[in-house]
């Protein structure tokens, strides 16, 4: 995994000065260490830990974050979100979180608000839109589970399914069905999707105006397979998107 200095809204970080050298992110903490590691973090945050609910799409990726009255930190950093009761019993809502973690320790993490006016829910957005968060290995690690398959036997595989898609006269993507839509994993060379200017990590909620969010990947792939023409992508975080597909 590369190192990355982010630069982000002066409102919630300073930008990183290009001078200076990058800070030591440690050692890759692996997926199957981090996950448990972060959700220990998180869930100390919360008002009832045994009721969390967390979502994993993106892997973690060493780089630094400066924060506006810190030094800069360094670490393998992700977001994702989770959702958890509150003081009156009821869920929350589904809210962003930040992790960082450097040589096998959680140096930073934050949970944002519903509201949405905090630090993480300034602070990841950006990051995906700046394609620094990058789809996850696989599932969650769970103990006893089958591991994970690595960062790039994922890639490989989402790759794969993308360029075949493309070559099947699909729009060129391959991704993976969460309760909140389609998280894209790949995007084929050439295809209508990469020509639509759609990225790897970004969120699919809506085809042509029909929720996606809980839908399982052969009911998306009916979907997708079942309309001709130009298509319309409700992309998290971006809006509509349409894609140009060539005629049949």
């Given at each position: 995994m590369r190192r990355l200095i982010l630069c982000l809204p002066a409102a919630m970080l300073l930008l990183a000065a290009d001078k200076t050298p990058a800070p030591d992110p440690g050692p890759d903490p692996t997926w199957e260490r981090a996950v448990p590691l972060a959700e220990a973090a998180i869930k100390s945050e919360l008002i009832d830990p045994s009721s969390a609910q967390f979502e994993w799409p993106y892997n973690f990726s060493s780089g630094s974050l400066k924060g506006l009255l810190t030094k800069r930190r360094a670490g393998w950093i992700t977001c994702g979100w989770v959702n958890a009761k509150n003081r009156m019993g009821g869920y929350t809502g589904r809210v962003w979180f930040i992790v960082v973690i450097n040589n096998g320790v959680?140096?930073?993490?934050a949970v944002g608000t519903p509201d949405g006016i905090d630090y993480a829910s300034a602070t990841c957005p950006n990051l995906l839109k700046q394609g620094f968060l990058k789809?996850?290995?696989?599932?969650?690690?769970?103990a006893g589970a089958t591991p994970a398959p690595s960062p790039?036997?994922?890639?490989?595989a989402a790759d794969a399914g993308a360029r075949g898609a493309a070559a099947r006269g699909g729009v060129g993507i391959s991704f993976v069905p969460t309760p909140y839509g389609a998280m894209i994993a790949a995007v084929a060379?050439?295809?209508p999707a990469e020509t639509a200017q759609l990225k790897a990590g970004e969120m699919?909620?809506?085809i042509n105006g029909i929720s996606i969010k809980g839908f399982d990947s052969g009911t998306i792939m009916k979907?997708?397979?079942?309309s001709s023409g130009d298509v319309v992508f409700g992309v998290v975080g971006v809006g509509p998107v349409t894609?140009?597909?060539p005629a049949k």
């Open positions: 959680v140096t930073d993490s789809p996850a290995p696989g599932p969650v690690p769970m790039e036997a994922f890639a490989a060379p050439g295809s699919i909620e809506s979907m997708l397979s079942g894609i140009k597909r």
